[in-house]
């Protein structure tokens, strides 16, 4: 899939060469991927693969979801602007290093409710 919406928004998922400028961040650092939200797309390395491609774009999905749900303004309101993109990174970490690990907890207190629930929560907040 090269596609998808986020709270009816169209992110574009496209794979890139390792030294494209397209993953060069905010600070001029040359990264295995980025999200643009002027274009509205996720852009990874083509030497992802794996365990680390997930993580990756699952953290990267962490900020198409505070785009598409405004969610920067309330860190912009929270957070003094020198941490603004320390706050947002620090995020997009926590759902890639421990998303899997909470929906789980839930499926161990739940059982098979939380995967009737979890997942059409999900499409709700993905389509």
């Not at 980025?34 to 990874?44: F, G, H």
């Not at 059409?120 to 389509?127: K, S």
């Amino acid at each position: 899939m090269d596609h998808f919406y986020m709270n009816g928004r169209l992110w574009h998922v496209r794979f890139v060469s390792p030294y494209s400028p397209y993953l060069v961040d905010r600070t001029d650092t040359l990264r295995v991927a980025t999200t643009d939200p002027e274009t509205s797309t996720i852009y990874l390395s083509k030497d992802l693969s794996g365990d680390f491609l997930n993580r990756v774009l699952i953290h990267e999905l962490g900020h198409c979801a505070m785009v598409s749900y405004h969610l920067l303004e309330d860190i912009h309101r929270m957070v003094k602007p020198k941490y603004w993109m320390d706050v947002e990174e620090w995020v997009c970490n926590f759902i890639a290093d421990y998303g899997l690990k909470i929906f789980s907890a839930a499926y161990s207190i739940l059982g098979d409710q939380a995967w009737i629930y979890l997942p059409q929560e999900m499409g709700r907040l993905i389509a």
